[in-house]
């Protein structure tokens, strides 16, 4: 089962099928809407991920003192269909809150596929909490999600202070719906949009909060200014944070980020040399939301990076690919806008890598590449390619790539096969 934003007429945006997969890589030229898309869909999900239960649909049951709730096609087909009413009633105010200007839209819409093969059966249950200083009601709740009758996951929460069963029944669909848009039970868990400008922004910030200067920025910046103004280092990071800091620290930053106060410091890797935030090199300004964004006390899991390859040399945006993969093995969602022929080819050659080694179990010629497994997709992680192209009457097209196989070619980027072309004709002309 998997989830689509759809969208039609969006600006020059023509018209676009947006799989909310683990990594969604947008290409293509400037002004082409790959940022605005990228923040619509921030938008989106912040305003949909508290959407009120949708209880019509669901198979309810009593079972030994437990309510029993099934969640199939009926129970999907409804909540798709209460969203994109919502969604249409509402696009002009949601396209304001997030751009703070209305923008031409004709159509928002989401879409569940691939629902005849899945369900959830969450199971209710009432206990008194002994532990608690006056003895409270709770409730705890498992979930778990099928797929051709198996389950492939399960998920398990408590909750308190709701009014009875009935209302735990709806906390329960709340929390099957927060799934299906995020993979996750909670709405404890956030999403990050650093902009294109995020080196400026990163050292200015502060500014932005005095006077009416925040009130001109779109949605996704401001709450990116509210996590710098807000950040808190988490201490007790889990293995998996503290594996993609290192990752981050040793093969790109080649030193530390420390936060100290409000200041911000890049340390070497020798240990031996801190300075300020805002006289390390450029690279290290557009690396730092990256730390901070896996570190924060605040979880992010769901981080959106537009022109993802600032200020990294090609040797270094490499790097950055291999740790983008890593970060969606880790359980992240990576949204990112690219215009570096380096970094689509670097990502091109991680995920033709992927395909082979599961295919054929070449796993040695990972050391002849020095790269690893862990620089390959995990089987339970997707990715989707979208390319933006100039199409008519000033529009834009936004094509899914499809993954050819065989022969094993990847992706193949129209943009940067042309831009390559016109780089070799123009080298054989000069040469002639």
């Not at 009593?62 to 798709?80: P, T, V, Y």
């Not at 209460?82 to 923008?103: D, H, S, T, W």
């Amino acid at each position: 089962m998997v989830l689509h934003l759809i969208i039609n007429n969006f600006g020059k945006v023509e018209s676009a099928d947006i799989l909310l997969d683990n990594l969604m890589v947008f290409v293509g030229n400037n002004n082409s809407g790959k940022t605005m898309v990228m923040q619509l869909l921030y938008g989106i999900r912040k305003e949909l991920v508290n959407f009120p239960a949708i209880v019509s649909g669901a198979k309810q049951s009593e079972l030994n003192g437990q309510n029993l709730i099934r969640c199939d096609q009926k129970w999907f087909r409804e909540a798709e269909s209460r969203v994109n009413v919502y969604l249409a009633e509402k696009k002009q105010q949601i396209i304001e809150n997030i751009f703070g200007m209305p923008i031409s839209v004709g159509e928002i819409k989401i879409a569940l596929d691939g629902t005849e093969s899945a369900f959830f059966v969450c199971s209710v249950s009432e206990y008194q909490d002994r532990e608690a200083d006056e003895r409270q009601t709770r409730y705890s709740i498992d979930i778990r999600q099928y797929e051709n009758g198996e389950i492939i996951k399960s998920y398990k929460n408590q909750i308190s202070a709701v009014d009875g069963p009935e209302a735990a029944v709806s906390k329960t669909l709340e929390s099957v719906w927060k799934i299906i848009l995020s993979e996750d039970i909670t709405s404890h868990t956030g999403q990050l949009f650093l902009p294109a400008s995020r080196s400026g922004l990163q050292l200015l910030y502060k500014h932005y909060f005095v006077g009416a200067t925040e009130g001109n920025l779109v949605l996704p910046i401001k709450e990116f200014l509210h996590f710098l103004q807000l950040y808190d280092e988490d201490k007790q990071l889990c293995e998996s944070r503290k594996g993609l800091l290192e990752f981050g620290e040793e093969h790109l930053l080649q030193g530390k980020i420390v936060q100290k106060g409000e200041e911000t410091f890049y340390v070497d890797g020798q240990g031996e040399r801190a300075v300020l935030l805002h006289i390390a090199s450029s690279m290290i300004h557009e690396l730092t939301p990256f730390i901070k964004a896996l570190g924060a006390m605040q979880r992010i899991d769901w981080l959106y990076c537009d022109e993802v390859e600032n200020s990294l040399h090609p040797l270094l945006q490499r790097e950055m690919a291999r740790w983008l993969i890593r970060m969606v093995n880790a359980g992240l969602h990576v949204v990112i806008s690219s215009h570096s022929d380096t970094m689509a080819s670097r990502l091109n050659n991680l995920f033709m890598l992927t395909k082979l080694v599961r295919d054929r179990g070449n796993y040695g010629v990972l050391s002849e590449l020095n790269l690893m497994e862990a620089d390959l997709l995990q089987t339970d992680v997707t990715a989707s390619v979208y390319e933006f192209r100039d199409g008519r009457h000033g529009k834009t097209e936004v094509e899914k790539l499809e993954f050819i196989s065989y022969p094993l070619m990847g992706y193949d980027f129209h943009l940067f096969g042309k831009n390559l072309d016109k780089l070799y004709d123009e080298a054989e002309r000069i040469t002639r």
